[in-house]
């Protein structure tokens, strides 16, 4: 997949310059437009992944795919499109939770979330277990450390660290979906923590998460701590399509091929591909115990900086730039 052509910096000058482009995405409100500067030049935008369920049949990864199909999290992981940088600021400084609902607004266009806009947009339903850092007990018979364990290619090795390094296939991959696309984070990936083993526990037991819960309550916590970074690229940039906005000019990025999961992301886990099957490169076969069973009998890229060299200026180009 090729990305589009970056604008250039003429075009996009003369595009700014023409009536004031923060005073067109915050209708004139001068409070949002000092929160967005101060958003803008503190916080970057997850760089996003794709997984593509044919390329998991291909691979004879069915086990993962049916998984993931049973989560109802086909149509959210196969996103792509372009992202809009930009407004996904204008739309997380805007971003409210009333009820159930998100609520945001972008260029004069009120967004009100709804479930059957989560359904519309990226197939998912409210329904299932509704997790958190304060409720992981409502996953009965799950112990952090045994479960960890459980996963390790080598079971009876020493466990400091819930490192990623050591794991099975299927739950090596099921890591980087959930830590890289579920709930991505910015940094330290290769550490899971008590909710990505949570995650997936329950994606392995088939135990249906509510992810819509799970996806709101991570962007809540992106807005709240100035050390993660906005996480849902593609899906917000979804929601301005549903919604409407005019993104005439707006400046975008194309999801390029290379952010999407393939083999060399299987490579660069530890594993190579023996006779159409993927397996350790240190010998094991990446089957996952009694689990991966089952499911038989049925059928490190650096984040996307989007902090661009030049920011926006406000309504007649005034002295200081979006970013400082």
Not at 33 to 45: Q, W
Not at 91 to 107: A, P, Q, R
Not at 118 to 132: D, P
Not at 204 to 230: G, T
Request: charged letters at 25%.
């Amino acid at each position: 997949m090729e990305s589009t052509p970056p604008t250039s910096k003429r075009v996009k000058t003369r595009a700014v310059r023409s009536g004031g482009r923060l005073e067109g995405w915050f209708s004139g409100d001068n409070y949002l437009i000092e929160r967005y500067r101060f958003e803008t030049s503190t916080k970057v935008i997850n760089n996003p992944k794709v997984v593509s369920f044919n390329w998991l049949k291909i691979q004879k990864l069915d086990n993962v795919r049916r998984l993931l199909k049973d989560q109802s999290l086909r149509k959210f992981l196969e996103m792509m499109g372009n992202i809009y940088p930009y407004l996904i600021r204008v739309f997380y400084t805007n971003l409210k939770f009333e009820g159930n609902n998100l609520v945001s607004h972008v260029k004069g266009v009120d967004m009100e979330i709804t479930y059957d806009v989560w359904t519309a947009v990226a197939g998912l339903k409210y329904a299932g277990l509704r997790i958190n850092k304060g409720n992981l007990g409502v996953v009965e018979d799950f112990n952090k450390v045994q479960y960890y364990k459980s996963c390790l290619k080598n079971q009876n090795a020493q466990v400091r660290t819930c490192s990623v390094g050591g794991l099975r296939l299927y739950e090596r991959l099921l890591a980087l979906i959930v830590t890289w696309i579920l709930t991505p984070r910015g940094s330290n990936h290769s550490v899971l923590t008590e909710e990505d083993l949570v995650y997936i526990y329950c994606i392995m037991k088939k135990i249906i998460i509510n992810w819509i819960h799970i996806i709101k309550e991570h962007m809540q916590k992106a807005m709240r701590l100035s050390d993660y970074h906005y996480p849902y690229a593609v899906l917000i940039s979804k929601f301005l399509l549903y919604f409407e906005v005019n993104l005439e000019d707006e400046t975008s990025e194309l999801v390029k091929s290379t952010q999407e999961m393939n083999n060399g992301s299987l490579s660069k886990m530890g594993f190579t591909k023996i006779s159409g099957k993927w397996v350790s490169k240190d010998g094991d076969h990446g089957a996952s115990s009694s689990v991966a069973a089952d499911l038989d009998e049925e059928e490190h890229v650096a984040d996307m900086d989007f902090r661009h060299e030049e920011q926006p200026e406000t309504y007649q180009g005034a002295g200081t730039s979006a970013g400082n």
